[in-house]
């Protein structure tokens, strides 16, 4: 079983624009959650999607937003990007949304704004 | 809110030799999931071990296992036998069995093992 993937896997983009990751969850997983991970910050949880439904969401300002669609597949969007998005912004996806089921993650999206 | 905290920025341990990297959590809460994660250069995190809140028994997984001291809310990994491979960053995490806001998965800040061979 395939698992989970992230594109694209570098992205280079100037402050003031705006950007859009991709991730593709584990085949039959419903789940997906979004992850910012920093030297500074270290891993902090952006939001979760269920059912195409956003369930859970991180401190994050309105800048950061999300989507999944019917085949679970998600797309976060960052916009009027700052220096300070510069991350890993990793993806994970899990059969259910209830804490007893396991998270699986992406490679990750390295993401440099300049 | 509950918090996860690796004390152990970094350790080392000799190759064939066991570590244990110490993780403490605060929380509330009566049932829950800990975790360990390992995230190796190559970026791609990986699930090493988990335990649920409700069982005594430390859970094992070949060469991993855990010290759950859930009065003393610790939950350290021990790595028996180390490898070259097992060189990552090890991140301990936390996850509530109850709904709403509490399924995000909160994880303390890592720790960076080197296995010297």
């Known amino acids: 079983k395939a698992g989970v993937t992230q594109t694209p896997r570098y992205l280079i983009k100037t402050r003031g624009q705006q950007v859009t990751l991709s991730c593709s969850p584990i085949?039959?997983?419903?789940?997906v959650s979004w992850y910012q991970q920093t030297p500074g910050q270290g891993l902090q949880f952006l939001f979760e999607?269920?059912?195409?439904?956003?369930?859970n969401k991180g401190n994050f300002p309105g800048r950061f937003s999300g989507r999944q669609f019917s085949n679970s597949r998600s797309e976060m969007n960052v916009s009027t990007l700052e220096l300070g998005d510069s991350a890993l912004y990793l993806c994970?996806?899990?059969?259910?949304?209830?804490?007893?089921?396991?998270?699986?993650f992406g490679p990750g999206t390295r993401l440099t704004v300049t | 809110a509950q918090t996860v905290t690796q004390s152990q920025p970094e350790m080392s341990v000799q190759e064939a030799e066991t570590v244990t990297l110490s993780c403490t959590y605060d929380?509330?809460?009566?049932?829950?999931?800990l975790f360990w994660y390992k995230q190796p250069p190559s970026r791609q995190m990986i699930l090493v071990i988990r335990?649920?809140?409700?069982?005594?028994q430390n859970a094992t997984e070949n060469r991993f296992s855990v010290n759950f001291q859930k009065a003393a809310k610790s939950f350290s990994l021990k790595i028996s036998d180390s490898q070259l491979g097992d060189a990552a960053m090890y991140f301990c995490?936390?996850?509530?069995?109850?709904?709403?806001?509490?399924?995000?998965?909160?994880f303390g800040k890592g720790t960076l093992l080197t296995v010297n061979p």
């Open positions: 994970a996806s899990s059969l259910g949304l209830a804490g007893k089921y396991e998270q699986y």
């Open positions: 085949s039959g997983h419903r789940s």
């Open positions: 999607y269920f059912s195409e439904t956003q369930r």
């Open positions: 929380t509330s809460e009566s049932d829950y999931y």
């Open positions: 335990q649920e809140a409700y069982k005594q």
């Open positions: 995490a936390y996850r509530s069995s109850r709904g709403g806001s509490n399924y995000k998965l909160t």
